[in-house]
């Protein structure tokens, strides 16, 4: 069964950097893009970046644009993301997301597979 398993979250200050990874397993795994989500306390889950393999184009929320870069390794089945200059309104759930075939990558219900999501807190 596919299964993505993030890592990287944790409590960091306005300003701080962290890096976010996620890894797919799964006999049958071959995703046409990989991404991430996130969903802060009392809001939707929104979209947040994304990576497609093939093309090697990524696609960002306006929202962290220039501050996060979505990187990765099609063969390790691994996709990382960098976030910089954090600020509180990056406090949420982070969540990794693979797709099977292309698709719309910013709609979440487009996504075929979930992580369990790694909590980001920054404080100001």
């Known amino acids: 069964q596919e299964q993505l398993v993030e890592s990287g979250g944790g409590l960091v200050q306005a300003g701080d950097s962290l890096r976010l990874s996620c890894v797919a397993s799964?006999?049958?795994?071959?995703?046409?893009?990989m991404g991430w989500f996130r969903q802060a306390p009392g809001k939707e889950r929104e979209f947040v970046a994304a990576?497609?393999?093939?093309?090697?184009?990524?696609l960002y929320a306006d929202s962290v644009k220039g501050r996060f870069t979505i990187s990765g390794d099609n063969a390790k089945n691994t996709v990382y993301l960098q976030m910089n200059s954090l600020n509180s309104e990056d406090t949420a759930i982070y969540y990794c997301?693979?797709?099977?075939?292309?698709?719309?990558?910013?709609?979440?219900?487009?996504?075929?597979?979930w992580g369990q999501g790694t909590q980001v807190t920054v404080s100001s």
């Open positions: 990576l497609m393999w093939s093309s090697k184009v990524t």
């Open positions: 997301a693979a797709y099977n075939r292309p698709t719309y990558v910013k709609n979440d219900a487009r996504v075929d597979y």
């Open positions: 799964g006999r049958s795994f071959s995703a046409y893009a």
